[in-house]
């Protein structure tokens, strides 16, 4: 009976990940709304000298309406298998 309830939560959280791609790399991530924080990380995972860098992200394919747009920071999107984001990046001049 344990066995089973375990298989069943194994499952569940198999079926919580989402692929997506960020800057045509795939990922894998559990959680169904991104910030734009967190992609602008995954992005650019660690930092390489530029002070006060702007990214701009913009997605598609996502799981809302509309399903592709630019996010600015403090904003968020509901993803989904497939939804792609493409970030960019400058310096503060």
Sequence with gaps: MIKQQNEKTE???GADV???IVNAREMEVRQEV???DAITKMAFPTPDGISNPIFTVS???ADQKPSEGTLVSGESVK???GTVFNVTRTGQS
Excluded: A, V
């Design 79 to 81: 993803i989904k298998n």
């Design 18 to 20: 989402f692929h997506i």
């Design 11 to 13: 499952e569940k959280k």
């Design 59 to 61: 997605f598609k394919k």
């Design 34 to 36: 991104l910030t734009f």
